[in-house]
């Protein structure tokens, strides 16, 4: 049985990821401190290769001692977006960057780890240009520096694979609503409007069941993959903030769209990403922007659940 550690693992892409995994008959330990959502990983404890450790990933002798007992390490945890960061400067550094110092530091020749860091990283892409592997790295905000960091760490060692990940949207057991999709089909169902700010932002998006897919192929393709980065996103999803609005629209006429000129992007996102080093690798994610807004609506319809979003 292949033995996963997961930090962060009761989270919005962990919590996903762990259901998948323990149903595909990995043997998964999750070391997550319940901070957002208690009650995301409730339906797995039934489940004998499953087990949760309710402990802090800054500590090292916790991450010494479960390190030792996994094949594959993938560290989730983090203080994830640019607000939040700037927020908790010093837990986000601990907890985004130094935490993964401590992961390499222990990891062995028989540990395989995947990262998953953000493709803000692009910062603001050329108008022209799509964004590769190759592209300069140019974080705007904290978050984005402590996740391109802790990357150049991650790539330094072999048994590694990282992914880029675009802004991931749909509907997880521990929801967030405060990443963008998510976000504009709540407004839209809630208030019946979309106030947009720096509409021509250019964007990729990704649906979180297609970002567990790619993990999943990962785990089961690692030679095939290691040593090296990859950005992850749907390559029919490079969109504007304003086009996103519009396809919100078309699933519900009656909203109004405005766009304000006084907000700003703290984070700088503005760029569109090649997908095409993944996919020649044989990952391709194929779930639509169009349904996963179907999804997010009846999400947002129907479900009355107090959501606590990061920030």
Do not use: W
Request: charged share 25%; with cysteine; aromatic share 10%.
């Amino acid at each position: 049985m292949k033995t996963v550690l997961i930090t962060g693992g009761a989270g919005y892409i962990g919590s996903m990821l762990v259901t998948e995994l323990v149903k595909l008959g990995f043997k998964v330990t999750v070391i997550d401190l319940l901070k957002y959502d208690s009650s995301s990983l409730n339906h797995l404890y039934f489940e004998k290769n499953f087990q949760l450790i309710k402990k802090d990933i800054r500590d090292p002798k916790i991450i010494k001692k479960y390190i030792k007992k996994n094949e594959f390490i993938i560290p989730l945890a983090a203080l994830v977006g640019a607000p939040l960061c700037e927020k908790n400067k010093k837990v986000a550094v601990a907890t985004n960057l130094t935490s993964i110092k401590i992961i390499l530091r222990y990891l062995t020749k028989k540990n395989k780890l995947v990262f998953l860091t953000t493709n803000s990283g692009y910062g603001i892409g050329e108008k022209n240009k799509f964004c590769n592997e190759a592209s300069p790295l140019k974080p705007i905000s904290l978050y984005g520096r402590t996740k391109c960091d802790a990357e150049k760490l991650v790539l330094q060692h072999k048994n590694t694979i990282s992914f880029r990940l675009a802004t991931v949207f749909g509907s997880s057991y521990r929801m967030r609503s405060d990443l963008l999709v998510n976000n504009f089909v709540q407004t839209a169902v809630e208030k019946n409007f979309l106030d947009i700010f720096e509409p021509h932002f250019r964007r990729n998006f990704i649906h979180i069941r297609d970002v567990v897919r790619a993990i999943i192929f990962s785990l089961k393709n690692f030679k095939k993959l290691q040593s090296d980065v990859y950005n992850l996103g749907l390559s029919s999803a490079n969109i504007t903030k304003i086009q996103l609005a519009k396809k919100i629209k078309k699933k519900l006429k009656k909203i109004k769209i405005t766009v304000s000129k006084n907000k700003k992007d703290p984070d700088k996102r503005d760029y569109f990403v090649s997908n095409q080093k993944i996919e020649k690798k044989g990952f391709k994610a194929n779930i639509t922007i169009e349904d996963g807004i179907v999804e997010l609506i009846s999400v947002f319809k129907n479900n009355k659940k107090i959501i606590v979003n990061n920030y």
